[in-house]
Every structure is written in structure tokens, then in C-alpha cells.
């Protein structure tokens, strides 16, 4: 048998194109052997939504995957705010030696 067509919706997600139903969703519910209820998300653990081989899908609560992904942002804005303080330090470094230089030549010229 063919595998059944299926398309990349608006979010990112395979879908299929006869039924319009989340390819992930069906893929775990075929390894459950049972329909998904409501409330349960299927996640998929590399952040690749086209991937969606089994290894890669993980089951959890709305409240779980809530919480999973809140610590990847928080993650990811610790990150932001750390590179921002690298490139302020560097901006503050490059001002200071062009301060100096300033200064170097200010100097010179009042002394001599
Ligand atoms: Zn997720």
C-alpha cells in the first residue's frame, strides 16, 4: 500500500490531505492502538515538526507540554539576554580604547 499523501499545513505540521488530520496525532495514536483523547498533546522531542518517526514523538498532558516549552523560552531568553550583555561589553570595550585614543591625542596636543 502507498503511504497517503500529505501536505505541510499553515503552523508547520504534515497533515493529510483526505482527512486534514495531524499526521503526528495519527502516528501516535496507530502506536497506542487507541484514539488520543482530549487534553493530550503530542510533542515532538527534536523541535522538527516534519519529523515524525515515533523516536521523536513524545505524549504528554496540555500542562506538560505547556511546561516543557516555557522552559525552552526561558532558555532561549537567558540566552538573548546573555548575548546581549557580550555585545554591550564589547560596545563598551571599543568605546573605552576609543576613548583613550581620544584622550591619547587630546594630550598630545595640549602638551606640546
Ligand atoms: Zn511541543
Redesign the pocket.
Known amino acids: 500500500m502507498r503511504a497517503p499523501e500529505t501536505y505541510v499545513d499553515h503552523r508547520g505540521y504534515l497533515r493529510y490531505c483526505d482527512s486534514n488530520r495531524l499526521v503526528h496525532r495519527r502516528i501516535m495514536e496507530q502506536e497506542l492502538g487507541r484514539r488520543l483523547v482530549k487534553g493530550e ?1 503530542v ?2 522531542r527534536s523541535g522538527n515538526k516534519l519529523d515524525n518517526s515515533i523516536s521523536n514523538l513524545e505524549l504528554m498532558t496540555k500542562q506538560e ?1 505547556w511546561k ?2 516555557l522552559k525552552e523560552w526561558r532558555r532561549a531568553r537567558v540566552a538573548a539576554r546573555t548575548r546581549r550583555s557580550i555585545g554591550c561589553c564589547v560596545a563598551w570595550a571599543i568605546l573605552l580604547v576609543a576613548g583613550l585614543i581620544t584622550i591619547g591625542t587630546l594630550n598630545c596636543g595640549i602638551w606640546r
Open positions: 498533546v510533542h515532538h507540554h516543557r516549552h
